[in-house]
């Protein structure tokens, strides 16, 4: 079954009625785990209890690369997609084909990264002028929203570009990435993303991982209080995002979930790539459906 025909069929947004009605044998076709499947059959409130499970499940965002990355993750749970290129450089701005073709292939949300090169995010303004003009036309090609972020030379959100952005995205999010993390003073931050009407932060909590910041993240959750999103993202996989639900009680996660494909090139580059590994993305969907169907 391709992802787009899968996701309309057991998508988030149709799945309280639908799961209300198929019950079980929906937990089967969604490849929930056996452990999911018996702890939702327990009793007679059935029904009642795969709503509350649909309703407090864990949105698993997958950064993907490729059309083939785009559809093995939704195929594997994830409910949202970041597109990019160059993910070993950071991320990179991707094509606009290439947001096309993600955008026939699956049926989620789609969100693209806007990093016209690796390295700090202090721009000059021509580099800032691309930026802009790529996501008039990732939003005309119908993205859903725009990731991106921009620094001043005195390690400040540069607001003008953010306000620039905001208007480009018209009614699409606004993601401010992981330049937050280098960022001073986090509640500051916080306090001009909401009054520049950011969407969501992606932040590791200023650590090499999100679990090393769990801490952190966990602040940036009680300072944000609803107004804005918050993002966990960095080092997130199977193993580690357990910890890091039970520390911050995040209700979203961001991963690459990479592994390495081999393409032998001879002596032009590294002779590999990363895409997405549809085990791990299972994996890491299997723990955040566990940890929400024990708060029920």
């Known amino acids: 079954?391709?992802?787009?025909?899968?996701?309309?069929?057991?998508?988030?947004?149709?799945?309280?009625?639908?799961?209300?009605?198929?019950?079980?044998?929906?937990?089967?076709?969604?490849?929930?785990?056996?452990?999911?499947?018996?702890?939702?059959?327990?009793?007679?409130?059935?029904?009642?209890?795969?709503?509350?499970?649909?309703?407090?499940?864990?949105?698993?965002?997958?950064?993907?690369?490729?059309?083939?990355?785009?559809?093995?993750?939704?195929?594997?749970?994830?409910?949202?997609?970041?597109?990019?290129?160059?993910?070993?450089?950071?991320?990179?701005?991707?094509?606009?084909?290439?947001?096309?073709?993600?955008?026939?292939a699956v049926d989620v949300p789609v969100l693209v990264l806007v990093r016209p090169r690796a390295g700090g995010f202090c721009y000059s303004p021509s580099e800032k002028r691309l930026m802009i003009r790529d996501a008039h036309a990732f939003m005309d090609m119908g993205a859903d929203g725009i990731v991106t972020g921009a620094l001043s030379t005195d390690g400040l959100i540069d607001k003008r570009f953010a306000e620039s952005m905001r208007e480009v995205c018209r009614e699409g999010e606004l993601v401010f990435h992981r330049a937050f993390d280098l960022l001073q003073g986090h509640s500051d931050g916080i306090e001009e993303l909401v009054a520049l009407r950011a969407d969501r932060i992606l932040t590791s909590g200023g650590e090499t991982s999100a679990l090393a910041g769990a801490v952190r993240i966990a602040e940036l959750l009680k300072l944000a209080d609803g107004r804005i999103s918050i993002l966990p993202g960095g080092g997130i996989c199977s193993k580690t995002v357990g910890a890091l639900l039970k520390a911050t009680g995040c209700s979203q996660v961001h991963g690459t979930f990479k592994m390495l494909r081999v393409d032998p090139d001879g002596n032009v580059g590294s002779g590999s790539y990363p895409a997405v590994d549809s085990e791990e993305v299972r994996a890491v969907r299997g723990v955040l459906d566990r940890y929400r169907l024990e708060a029920l």
């Open 1 to 104: 079954m391709e992802a787009k025909e899968y996701h309309r069929s057991f998508g988030v947004g149709s799945l309280v009625c639908f799961l209300c009605v198929m019950g079980s044998a929906v937990c089967h076709a969604m490849g929930l785990c056996d452990g999911v499947r018996r702890r939702l059959e327990v009793d007679g409130s059935e029904r009642s209890q795969v709503s509350a499970f649909a309703d407090r499940a864990v949105v698993l965002e997958a950064c993907v690369a490729s059309v083939a990355d785009a559809v093995v993750a939704v195929q594997n749970g994830a409910q949202r997609l970041e597109l990019n290129v160059g993910i070993e450089l950071g991320g990179l701005t991707p094509t606009v084909g290439l947001l096309g073709q993600v955008k026939e």
